[in-house]
Nanobody, 118 residues
């Protein structure tokens, strides 16, 4: 069983920073790749970033590249999404997910709301 819990969302102004945190309750957490996705009102869920099991490989969507930093702490079963220079277009519910690689089951958290006011 994989349980994920996101925290850190909130209401900020454009240009501000925010850090999202996702805690994982799972055996062998370090085997899992972790990712963040987001869903804005009326839109489909979209990929934000992904980090490999060791933290050595990180992929970002073009919309957040250079502004967001994804990191993980395997000792704490946690990942972090540092979001800088936030824009109104970043407003969405942000979801943390875990999987063991392409083609395997993906487990999702309940999401945390990020609202950026312009």
């Amino acid at each position: 069983q994989v349980l994920l819990a996101e925290t850190g969302g909130g209401l900020v102004q454009a240009g501000d920073s925010l850090t999202l945190y996702c805690a994982a309750s799972v055996r062998a957490y370090s085997n899992y790749s972790m990712s963040w996705s987001r869903q804005a009102p009326g839109k489909e869920r979209e990929f934000v970033a992904r980090i490999g099991w060791s933290g050595g490989v990180t992929v970002y969507s073009d919309s957040v590249k250079g502004r967001f930093t994804f990191s993980r702490d395997n000792a704490k079963n946690a990942v972090y999404l540092q979001m800088n220079s936030l824009k109104s277009g970043d407003t969405a519910v942000y979801y943390c997910a875990a999987d063991l690689g392409p083609g395997t089951s993906k487990y999702w958290g309940q999401g945390t709301q990020v609202t950026v006011s312009s």
